[in-house]
């Protein structure tokens, strides 16, 4: 199993980075796992509504440059289905077993995903009704992608 997390901008703060390394280490017994950075277009603080698309339309360019045309795409979008970590476990163990062997997670910027994103891919995925930074949902990412292997292997964890 090959799962990319794709995220646009740089992950700075190195207490969140400790954590996704962390994850990734102990995913590697289960799946091959990339974690593909791509660049935030850097943007005023205060854009129009045209400008806003015009930042999401170039972030979009660059995320669909990485996602390869057989992958199974995953959007994190505040309208997404909202799942439990066994729910979660269940959909993923159910890709693998119909042959889906690459997983794309996409994290959108500060401003979110870009329609063009949004129609690639192949379910949106929710995790809370809540705002999150994209670098914190990041780590969340990685955590439950680690606990739904777990749960697929009846391992000790996610009680």
Same mark, same amino acid.
Request: proline share 3%.
């Given at each position: 199993?090959?799962?990319?997390?794709?995220?646009?901008?740089?992950?700075?703060?190195?207490?969140?980075?400790?954590?996704?390394?962390?994850?990734?280490?102990?995913?590697?017994?289960?799946?091959?796992?990339?974690?593909? +950075?791509?660049?935030?277009?850097? &943007?005023? !603080?205060? =854009? @129009?509504?045209?400008? *806003?698309?015009?930042?999401?339309?170039?972030?979009?360019?660059?995320?669909?440059?990485?996602?390869?045309?057989?992958?199974?795409?995953?959007?994190?979008?505040?309208?997404?289905?909202?799942?439990?970590?066994?729910?979660?476990?269940?959909?993923?163990?159910?890709?693998?077993?119909?042959?889906?062997?690459?997983?794309?997670?996409?994290?959108?910027?500060?401003?979110?995903?870009? +329609?063009?994103?949004?129609?690639? &891919?192949? !379910?949106? =995925? @929710?995790?809370?009704? *809540?705002?999150?930074?994209?670098?914190?949902?990041?780590?969340?990412?990685?955590?439950?992608?680690?606990?739904?292997?777990?749960?697929?292997?009846?391992?000790?964890?996610?009680?």
């Amino acid at each position: 199993m090959n799962i990319s997390i794709i995220s646009v901008g740089k992950l700075k703060e190195k207490y969140l980075k400790a954590g996704i390394e962390e994850y990734t280490k102990r995913l590697g017994s289960y799946a091959k796992i990339a974690e593909i +950075e791509v660049a935030d277009e850097k &943007a005023p !603080e205060q =854009l @129009s509504e045209a400008d *806003m698309e015009i930042v999401k339309k170039k972030e979009a360019d660059r995320i669909l440059a990485k996602v390869s045309p057989d992958a199974y795409v995953i959007a994190l979008a505040i309208d997404g289905k909202m799942k439990t970590s066994e729910g979660l476990a269940k959909d993923i163990e159910s890709l693998m077993t119909y042959g889906r062997s690459k997983i794309v997670f996409v994290i959108g910027g500060s401003l979110g995903l870009h +329609e063009e994103v949004l129609k690639r &891919a192949d !379910e949106k =995925l @929710s995790f809370s009704k *809540m705002t999150f930074p994209h670098q914190l949902m990041k780590l969340i990412l990685v955590e439950q992608i680690y606990r739904a292997f777990r749960i697929m292997k009846n391992e000790p964890y996610h009680k």
